[in-house]
C-alpha cells in the first residue's frame, strides 16, 4: 500500500474552510442555544400548567430522538407538509439549537432548583420581587453551578455538527467526504480530518477538565 499525503497538502485550503464552518456552527448554534434553553427551563418550572407541559414535551421530544433524525424532520417535513423552505445552513442550525437548547433546558433546571428553599425565603423576607430574587440571588449561583455541565454540552456539539453532513452543509466532515470521492485517498483523507478534529477538540477537552476542577460545587 503506497500513502500520497500530498493530496493533503493540496486539499488542506478546503479542509481548513470545513473546519472554520464547523466552528461556526457550534459558536452560533451554542450562542442561541443557551437563551434557549433558559427560557425552556423556566417555562417548565412555570406554574401555569400549560406553558409547564408544553415546555416538557419539547424537550422530552429532542431529549429522546436521534439529532440526525430531527435534523431530516426539519430539512424534508417542514417544506412538505408545512410550506417552510429553509436554506441548508440554516436547516442545520435550526435541527441543532433545537437539540442543544432542550439538553441545556435540562442543566439550566437542575442548577436553578438546586438553589436551596430557604435562601428564596430570606430574599422574600427582605422585600425582594420573584424576578429580583432570581436575577440577583438564585441565577449567579445557578449559572456556576451548572457552567461545568454546559461546557461538557460545547464539546458535544462541537462533534455533532458532523451530522448535518448529510443535507450538504460544507463543515469538516462533509469536506472530507467530498475529497476522499474525489481522490480515492481514503487512508490519507481520514487521518487528515480525525487530526483536525483532534487539534480543535482536545484543547476544549482540557479545559473542560479545568472548569469542572474550577468550578465544581460541594454542598
Known amino acids: 500500500m503506497s500513502f500520497d499525503w500530498s493530496i493533503v497538502w493540496s486539499s488542506l485550503p478546503r479542509l481548513l ?5 464547523t466552528i461556526w456552527l457550534a459558536c452560533v448554534t ?3 442555544a443557551i437563551p434557549g434553553g433558559l427560557v425552556l427551563a423556566l417555562l417548565r418550572l412555570s406554574r401555569i400548567r400549560a406553558l409547564a407541559m408544553a415546555a416538557t414535551g419539547f424537550v422530552e421530544f429532542f431529549r429522546a430522538t436521534p439529532l440526525i433524525l430531527q435534523i431530516y424532520w426539519v430539512y424534508y417535513v417542514l417544506p412538505a407538509y408545512f410550506d417552510v423552505q429553509l436554506s441548508q445552513i440554516a436547516t442545520a ?6 437539540n442543544i437548547s432542550a439538553f441545556n433546558s435540562e442543566t439550566f433546571r437542575s442548577g436553578i ?3 436551596r428553599q430557604g435562601q428564596w425565603n430570606a430574599a422574600y423576607a427582605l422585600g425582594m420581587t420573584p424576578a429580583n430574587v432570581f436575577l440577583r440571588i438564585v441565577a449567579p449561583q445557578a449559572l456556576m453551578r451548572v457552567l461545568p455541565a454546559l461546557a461538557s454540552t460545547w464539546v458535544s456539539l462541537f462533534k455533532d455538527t458532523s451530522l448535518v453532513s448529510i ?5 469538516l466532515s462533509y469536506v472530507s467526504l467530498q475529497i476522499r470521492a474525489e481522490t480515492y485517498r481514503i487512508l490519507e483523507v481520514l487521518t487528515a480530518m480525525a487530526a483536525l ?3 480543535m477538540g482536545y484543547p476544549q477537552a482540557k479545559l473542560v477538565d479545568w472548569i469542572h476542577h ?3 460545587v460541594a454542598e
Request: charged fraction near 15%.
Open 17 to 21: 474552510e470545513g473546519a472554520w464552518m
Open 30 to 32: 451554542m450562542l442561541l
Open 93 to 98: 442550525v435550526t435541527g441543532l439549537v433545537c
Open 113 to 115: 432548583v438546586s438553589i
Open 167 to 171: 443535507i450538504a452543509v460544507a463543515e
Open 197 to 199: 478534529y483532534w487539534l
Open 214 to 216: 474550577r468550578f465544581k
